[in-house]
T-cell receptor
Framework: EAGVTQFPSHSVIEKGQTVTLRCDPI?????LYWYRRVMGKEIKFLLH????????ESGMPNNRFLAERTGGTYSTLKVQPAELEDSGVYFC??????????????FGPGTRLTVL | AQKVTQAQTEISVVEKEDVTLDCVYE???????LFWYKQPPSGELVFLIR??????QNEISGRYSWNFQKSTSSFNFTITASQVVDSAVYFC?????????????FGQGTRLTINP
């Protein structure tokens, strides 16, 4: 079974540019999550999709961040325009649904974003 | 608000030594789940264990063991006879579920280095 995949693995952009990160969850997982780890700090929750619906986006830092999950499969996270403080590692995770809500979340390898 | 504290930022030991990684959490929920994840140099977060708040039995898996104590709000992780391959960053996390939306609250992580 394929795990969670993320693309790209690393992105370097200039301040003010736009970047789109992609996450492909494990097949059949309704729940998809985005997290972010800024240098040296803890991993922080950004948002949670159930299928194509945003269940909780309380962790999104501001309106420069836009997440979508059209069709309830893969998800994209767009940062526009990027700022220096957006640099960090962006993780995607997926998990089961319903009674499996408390199960572990399976994480992808992350996308390392560097904003210069 | 929920919080997870991993007071040890970095630990370095010699191979074959035992090492314990501390994790202290705060929550007002009566039902909650605790997790440990390992982040090897390759970057992905690897699930190690999930423990629910009603099960205080200690768990052992090979050289790994976990000690959950509700009285002290701690969920510590011990590696016995450590090996170089155990070198990684280890994260403790607490699961919060609100109205069907789940998120993990992570500690800051402990970087463990096992020296040959």
């Amino acid at each position: 079974e394929a795990g969670v995949t993320q693309f790209p693995s690393h992105s370097v952009i200039e301040k003010g540019q736009t970047v789109t990160l992609r996450c492909d969850p494990i097949s059949g997982h309704d729940n998809l999550y985005w997290y972010r780890r800024v240098m040296g700090k803890e991993i922080k929750f950004l948002l949670h999709f159930v299928k194509e619906s945003k269940q909780d986006e309380s962790g999104m830092p501001n309106n420069r961040f836009l997440a979508e999950r059209t069709g309830g499969t893969y998800s994209t996270l767009k940062v526009q325009p990027a700022e220096l403080e957006d640099s960090g590692v962006y993780f995607c995770a997926s998990g089961g649904s319903g009674q499996f809500l408390y199960n572990e979340q399976f994480f992808g390898p992350g996308t390392r974003l560097t904003v210069l | 608000a929920q919080k997870v504290t991993q007071a040890q930022t970095e630990i370095s030991v010699v191979e074959k030594e035992d090492v314990t990684l501390d994790c202290v959490y705060e929550t007002r929920d009566t039902t909650y789940y605790l997790f440990w994840y390992k982040q090897p140099p390759s970057g992905e977060l690897v699930f190690l264990i999930r423990r629910n708040s009603f099960d205080e039995q200690n768990e052992i898996s090979g050289r790994y063991s976990w000690n959950f104590q509700k009285s002290t709000s701690s969920f510590n992780f011990t590696i016995t006879a450590s090996q170089v391959v155990d070198s990684a960053v280890y994260f403790c996390a607490l699961s919060e579920v609100i109205q069907g939306a789940q998120k993990l609250v992570f500690g800051q992580g402990t970087r463990l280095t096992i020296n040959p």
